[in-house]
């Protein structure tokens, strides 16, 4: 991840292409990670957006120890989950879920996921709530570690391993539901 890091560095010392690259990089599973919380591409994208923003006119510090995606996922997720509490305030006492909804089969999803079998999962894996979706998103598609993951989500390590254990067992039924073998994932 230090290359990360050294674009973020190049950028604050007034190379631009150093934030081009970041953006490039990170973009599209931002979105993905993101949708997850949000549930609504168009705001997704806005919450994106605005996190790359973020970075770029704030210029937060970041810690060269650390894991540069660690931190801008961290990033995106405070400014998701406010978006959620704004959305949530101005509506009425019901879930979120039953408010908005993700239009199916996105391109950005095609294009990132690339294969049947992963838009499957990805489509099965939209069904869990926010934090099941969360955690296996960041460990399966993200490939983050355990320790990131409960950085990200403001969560203990073995928080983190029970949300796992709930989520893939959440998953396996959504999965059998839907007529797939769940060993097949």
Same mark, same amino acid.
């Given at each position: 991840?230090? *290359?990360?890091?050294?674009?973020?560095?190049?950028?604050?010392?007034?190379?631009?292409?150093?934030?081009?690259?970041?953006?490039? !990089?990170y973009? *599209?599973?931002?979105?993905?990670y993101?949708c997850? !919380?949000? @549930?609504?591409?168009?705001?997704?994208?806005?919450?994106?957006?605005?996190?790359?923003?973020?970075?770029?006119? @704030?210029?937060? &510090?970041?810690?060269?120890?650390?894991?540069?995606?660690?931190?801008?996922?961290?990033i995106?997720? *405070? !400014?998701?989950? *406010?978006?959620?509490? /704004?959305? /949530?305030?101005?509506?009425?006492?019901?879930?979120i879920?039953?408010? !908005?909804?993700? #239009?199916?089969g996105?391109d950005?999803?095609?294009?990132y996921? @690339?294969?049947?079998?992963n838009?499957?999962?990805?489509?099965?894996? &939209?069904? +869990?709530?926010?934090?099941?979706?969360?955690?296996?998103?960041l460990?399966?598609?993200?490939? +983050?570690?355990?320790?990131?993951i409960? #950085?990200?989500?403001?969560?203990? @390590?073995?928080?983190?391993?029970? +949300?796992?254990?709930?989520?893939?067992?959440? +998953?396996?039924?959504?999965?059998?539901?839907?007529?797939?073998?769940?060993?097949?994932?």
């Amino acid at each position: 991840m230090g *290359n990360d890091a050294d674009r973020y560095r190049r950028f604050l010392d007034g190379d631009d292409n150093g934030l081009r690259e970041i953006i490039d !990089i990170y973009y *599209n599973g931002l979105t993905l990670y993101i949708c997850g !919380i949000v @549930k609504d591409i168009s705001e997704t994208e806005d919450i994106v957006q605005e996190t790359f923003v973020k970075i770029a006119v @704030k210029k937060p &510090k970041f810690d060269p120890k650390a894991s540069f995606k660690t931190w801008l996922f961290t990033i995106a997720r *405070n !400014i998701a989950y *406010n978006y959620v509490k /704004r959305y /949530r305030s101005r509506m009425s006492d019901q879930p979120i879920e039953d408010h !908005i909804t993700l #239009s199916d089969g996105t391109d950005l999803e095609i294009e990132y996921l @690339k294969t049947q079998r992963n838009i499957d999962l990805h489509e099965a894996m &939209k069904k +869990l709530n926010p934090d099941y979706f969360q955690v296996l998103y960041l460990m399966y598609f993200e490939d +983050l570690a355990t320790e990131e993951i409960a #950085s990200i989500m403001h969560r203990s @390590k073995r928080q983190i391993g029970d +949300l796992v254990y709930r989520s893939k067992k959440s +998953l396996k039924s959504i999965l059998e539901k839907a007529g797939f073998q769940y060993e097949d994932f």
